[in-house]
């Protein structure tokens, strides 16, 4: 599956992934939510599909403007966790394999 549609599915078909969060709308109309990539290019050296939460455009911006490690923090929600997940959920149950990197934080 190609990135941009894969996160176009992450953005069409799934909502926030904020516990109890009751927005419906991400950046595009007639999306449920934004594809947020969780690790930059710079952090893991790509941009894969298992690297894509989905976080509603009040969250998202939210996440940019006070950094994403408070952001997990304040609403409990590891993002890396939640963009395996999805993930699998959209592959059909494949699991991927993760590399490790360096600068990897768990």
Not at 53 to 74: K, N
């Amino acid at each position: 599956m190609a990135r941009t549609e894969y996160t176009d599915r992450v953005a069409e078909r799934l909502l926030c992934c904020v516990p109890g969060c009751q927005i419906r709308r991400g950046y595009r109309a007639g999306t449920a939510c934004d594809p947020h990539h969780v690790h930059s290019k710079g952090a893991w050296g790509q941009v894969d599909e298992a690297n894509v939460a989905p976080v509603c455009l009040t969250h998202h911006r939210q996440g940019h403007s006070i950094g994403w490690d408070t952001w997990q923090q304040r609403h409990g929600v590891c993002l890396a966790a939640v963009a395996l997940l999805v993930y699998v959920w959209i592959q059909g149950g494949h699991v991927p394999e993760l590399q490790e990197s360096a600068d990897m934080e768990w």
